[in-house]
């Protein structure tokens, strides 16, 4: 079974400055894809950047990118630029690519709180 | 274009009743999921269903949880003679199809059971 590691439960970084959220994840399969989603206190899952296992370049959204290493099986996100509206919860998710196994849910990290100091 | 709505947002249920929460998925969006989270926990997986099939409930308690996706109307999470460990977030996604997009997600329901 696949399994998504979040080690780290808080970050802290000041504003405009740069973060790195580490995630790790766990699976005999080549084809898959990866998301991070963000959290804020309002309860909202929002999806943030995502990323196919087939692709070896690095996915990018604005001021967020990810750093995929797929032989090491990390998926690290860095926002940079940090502004208070990124502090929440950030969580990592993994999809299988086969359907007909997981049927396409997600499986997710525990998460990481972000907050962003003034 | 609505997305994905949930409600109620919040419950409240006193020990032994039923609960029901509610989630209509974004227009065109025929596969919705259920995730619940626990407190300081991600999300996890519950069932999977098309309009009128339950396609995965893997994750699904086997006893006193239920969920339909009907012809007509929104998807339904029931949870029957509540317990204290029920209350959680229960969120509900919709995508169009079974491709890699990411979801997209209601604002979550927070059942608390007192």
């Known amino acids: 079974a696949q399994t998504v590691t979040q080690s780290q439960p808080e970050m802290s970084v000041q504003e405009a400055e740069t973060v790195t959220l580490s995630c790790t994840y766990d699976?005999?399969?080549?084809?898959?894809?990866l998301f991070w989603y963000k959290q804020p206190p309002s309860r909202q899952m929002i999806l943030v950047i995502r990323q196919e296992a087939y692709k070896q370049q690095n996915a990018t959204e604005n001021r967020f990118s990810v750093n995929f290493q797929k032989a090491a099986k990390s998926f690290s996100l860095k926002i940079s630029d940090s502004q208070l509206g990124d502090a929440a919860m950030y969580f990592c998710?993994?999809?299988?690519?086969?359907?007909?196994?997981?049927?396409?849910?997600?499986?997710f990290g525990k998460g990481t709180k972000l907050s962003v100091k003034p | 274009n609505a997305g994905v709505m949930q409600n109620p947002r919040h419950l409240v249920r006193r020990r032994g009743q039923e609960a029901r929460l509610r989630c209509s998925p974004m227009k065109g969006h025929s596969h919705v999921y259920w995730y619940r989270q626990l407190p300081e926990e991600g999300l996890k997986f519950m069932v999977y269903l098309q309009k009128e099939n339950i396609i995965d409930e893997s994750g699904m308690p086997k006893e006193r949880f239920s969920a339909e996706f009907p012809k007509e109307g929104p998807s339904i999470l029931r949870i029957q003679q509540v317990v204290r460990g029920d209350s959680a977030a229960y969120f509900c996604a919709s995508s169009r199809s079974l491709t890699g997009d990411g979801y997209t997600f209601g604002s979550g329901t927070r059942l608390t059971v007192v």
């Open positions: 699976t005999s399969e080549s084809d898959y894809y």
């Open positions: 998710a993994y999809r299988s690519e086969d359907y007909g196994g997981s049927q396409g849910n997600l499986i």
